[in-house]
């Protein structure tokens, strides 16, 4: 594949994937000659996380597959925004499925070069959350049962951004969307509901499955990379924030990530074969307060007053992802909150009111929902990491 160098006008040693760092160091991203698969020209909204998510990963895949590969795209946010007809902003082989059956398509291109005996091309399948995780888990399932040789991601944006914020199988507790309003005695979406697709395809017990956020670029592609050495089924999950649909600054979107992971309302590890083999431990970790308020959608939480119930739903559904997984390291740096201690550990060490009798465990997704950003103070502005 001829490729075009790609321009970086940014400076700096954290520019570009610390593209100053020694070549066998930088990322995919800091190479001036990789496939830059989604160029500029598409009409995604300013702070998108699923355009940052999307090139990231294909880049990285291309560069993994030797420019050698092919992407099949279901319906959503990421295909409308990124080919409007007749244009396109894709310099990778693709294919646009419909909503639900990305995957059968993905099965179907991967069994045509097998036929073929072309074992050097790669197949890829990508979605949003609603594509993947609603109207085609069946598809998914089936992939994953059959073992087919498929990598897919999942850009999980936590609602079906592209058709006006509705409610998906990844959408958070107590988020507010278009179809979880934020009224009635239990405001946004419910708790108990939902769907964690990546333990559900660990259940399948194939090759490969993990989690990864665009807040850690090098993460990230080390994971697509690691996927694209194997065969057989696998499975990436991306977190990726929405600013529209979540009522969140445009320049929040990494941040948001980012506290995702330290709060550890969204767990990121990899596993192989049903088994977790490695977890991101959590560096400087913050109460989940700190990541609801930058975004509009949980406003309802803080205005008019504080709902310490479900602030403390949301809480413990954090520390059960920490303790599930391990993501506390030793050499972890709590940040308390407003002077608040930080909560750590199992749901039965909790510093919170007790639960409901009624309550359910969220899903360890970070979900989705309407606003404008107009929450409590914004954070401080983090120090940059190397």
């Known amino acids: 594949m001829t490729t075009t160098p790609v321009r970086f006008y940014q400076v700096g040693s954290f520019a570009v994937g610390n593209r100053l760092l020694d070549p066998d160091l930088a990322s995919v991203q800091a190479d001036p ?61 693709w ?21 073929q005996g072309r074992t050097d091309v790669r197949t890829v399948a990508q979605g949003g959350d609603g594509g993947t995780v609603d109207i085609g888990f069946a598809c998914l399932s089936g992939m994953f ?5 498929v990598l897919y991601i999942c850009y999980d944006n936590q609602a079906y951004m592209n058709t006006g914020v509705q409610r998906s199988g990844a959408t958070p507790p107590a988020a507010r969307t278009a179809t979880t309003q934020a009224v009635g005695p239990h ?37 697509v990379d690691r996927a694209m ?37 969204f767990p990121v590890f990899e596993a192989e074969h049903g088994e977790v083999t490695s977890v991101r431990k959590i560096r400087r970790q913050v109460p989940v307060e700190e990541y609801l308020r930058l975004q509009g959608r949980y406003a309802h939480l803080f205005r008019p007053t504080r709902n310490e119930e479900v602030l403390a739903r949301l809480q413990a559904a954090a520390d059960r992802n920490i303790a599930r997984y391990g993501l506390l390291g030793d050499d972890a ?45 914004p954070l401080p502005r983090p120090q940059k990491e190397a």
């Not at 499925?97 to 045509?112: D, E, I, K, L, R």
């Not at 708790?191 to 990230?220: C, N, S, W």
């Not at 529209?244 to 992971?261: C, I, M, P, Y």
């Not at 930080?342 to 909790?350: C, D, I, N, Q, R």
Request: charged fraction near 15%.
């Open 33 to 93: 000659e990789r496939a830059n698969a989604l160029t500029s020209g598409h009409r995604a909204c300013q702070g998108c996380g699923e355009a940052l998510g999307a090139r990231y990963v294909l880049d990285a895949a291309m560069a993994a597959a030797g420019g050698r590969m092919v992407t099949v795209n279901a319906t959503g946010c990421l295909e409308v925004f990124s080919t409007p007809y007749p244009e396109t902003s894709w310099r990778v082989p």
């Open 95 to 115: 294919l646009h499925s419909v909503f639900g059956n990305a995957p059968a398509v993905a099965t179907g291109v991967a069994a045509a070069l097998r036929a």
């Open 145 to 149: 049962e059959r073992n087919d040789d």
């Open 187 to 223: 405001p946004g979406n419910v708790f108990g509901q939902g769907k964690d697709v990546p333990r559900i395809a660990m259940a399948h017990e194939i090759p490969y499955v993990a989690t990864a956020t665009v807040a850690d670029l090098r993460d990230l592609e080390a994971k």
């Open 229 to 265: 050495s194997m065969h057989g089924a696998r499975y990436l999950h991306v977190f990726v924030p929405c600013p529209l649909g979540w009522g969140a600054a445009s320049s929040h979107t990494v941040r948001l990530a980012r506290l995702a992971t330290e709060s550890g309302i």
């Open 333 to 377: 740096v709590p940040e308390p909150a407003s002077g608040e201690p930080v909560l750590t550990g199992a749901a039965p060490h909790l510093e919170h009111p007790a639960l409901p009798s009624d309550h359910h465990a969220p899903s360890t997704s970070a979900g989705p929902a309407l606003d404008v950003h107009e929450g409590p103070a």
